[in-house]
């Protein structure tokens, strides 16, 4: 790997979190002065403007044909946001889930992965398929936002005030400034990252899809580790879960979505996606429910437990790319050790949920 090509890919990043910070920051107080609640916001201004840099990079990967960056970059990133960002936030202090999340967005979370598996079987996410996708991010988009704007303004106002810590924006012009220099900064630096995890790619014989779960996925989720990290610092818990949710929905509706159909041939998605990383994103999310559902808080202990999957996760790709010896016994561990033990136990963990809470109720 030349020097340019490992600075190209250090701007690319920078760049792109910059233009993040920018778009979130102006997005989100545009959306609160026409009244749109910082919980909406978090689900969607600053889901979606998080994940523009997803959005930026394989849209670009798949115009350029490289389908497998913008295959693996929203399923590495979906895996990233819940595993890694989760996991980090609830370690430093519990999460609260908001009830709607458990009702209604997560649920559309698990819905979206699962009808990734289908749109894929024939090995291409085609026009259609993204045309499909694209319409479900309208039509989630617009449902949050119709049941936003039910709340009274200064209700929202205050709400703005008790999350953010400063007064509600008035002026739009700024805000609008903001958010397209983002934009530009987003475009610009996607295109320097993708440059430069291709170039890695072909230096290493890593492949793309490889490069696209791990590298660029986590690059680009770096707005969604600052921004929920911070969120949970501050106490704002609804915001770092909210975050992480919406994003993942935005980035299967939109991000995939927008990248089918802008890709010349659609994306291409290989029997190793097919097999292992789309089942194992879906697998996330499913876990997701009993988590949540479990006293409407991530615990530390799960926090522990996302850290530990990813990290495995992680050692499973990096095994699989330079075809190590120990790659069998990790293989034969995670299916017949790790993941009955975690299951049973999320099961064991619900059904004493749902026993308490109706002990309480009679």
């Given amino acids: 790997m030349t020097l340019s090509v490992a600075v ?89 889930v908001a009830q709607q999340l458990v009702r209604f967005d997560v649920p559309v979370m698990i819905g979206a992965s699962l009808l990734v598996l289908p749109m894929g079987m024939d090995g291409n996410i085609g026009r259609l398929d993204g045309a499909i996708l694209f319409a479900c991010a309208i039509a989630y988009t617009g449902f949050l936002i119709r049941q936003s704007r039910r709340e009274g303004s200064e209700e929202v106002k205050e709400e703005y005030r008790k999350e953010f810590g400063e007064k509600p924006p008035t002026g739009m012009l700024k805000n609008l400034g903001l958010i397209a220099i983002g934009l530009v900064g987003l475009v610009v630096g996607s295109k320097w990252l993708v440059d430069g995890a291709v170039a890695i790619a072909l230096a290493f014989g890593v492949s793309e899809l490889v490069i696209g779960l791990t590298i660029v996925a986590l690059g680009t989720s770096m707005p969604e580790v600052a921004t929920s990290i911070v969120a949970a610092l501050k106490g704002e818990r609804d915001i770092a879960v909210g975050n992480v949710v919406g994003s993942n929905i935005f980035n299967l509706f939109s991000v995939l979505g927008l990248s089918s159909i802008v890709a010349p041939a659609g994306i291409n998605v290989s029997e190793a996606a097919l097999r292992f990383d789309i089942p194992v994103m879906i697998a996330v999310a499913v876990a997701c429910l009993p988590i949540f559902f479990t006293g409407y808080r991530i615990s530390r202990f799960n926090g522990a437990m996302f850290l530990f999957f990813y990290g495995a996760y992680l050692v499973y790709l990096i095994m699989t790319a330079s075809n190590h010896e120990a790659l069998g016994t990790l293989r034969t561990a995670m299916l017949y050790f790790i993941l009955p033990i975690t299951a049973l136990t999320l099961i064991v963990v619900t059904v004493r949920e749902i026993s308490l809470k109706k002990k309480l109720l009679s």
């Fill in 8 to 96: 190209f890919l250090i701007l690319g990043l920078i760049v792109m979190i910059w233009g993040a910070d920018l778009l979130v920051r102006g997005a989100s107080r545009l959306a609160t002065a026409v009244g749109i609640s910082p919980l909406v916001v978090g689900l969607t201004v600053v889901a979606f403007g998080t994940s523009a840099p997803e959005l930026a990079v394989s849209v670009m990967s798949a115009f350029k044909g490289e389908s497998d960056i913008a295959l693996g970059n929203v399923v590495g990133s979906n895996l990233c946001n819940v595993l890694l960002i989760l996991g980090l936030s609830a370690i430093i202090v519990p999460l609260v």
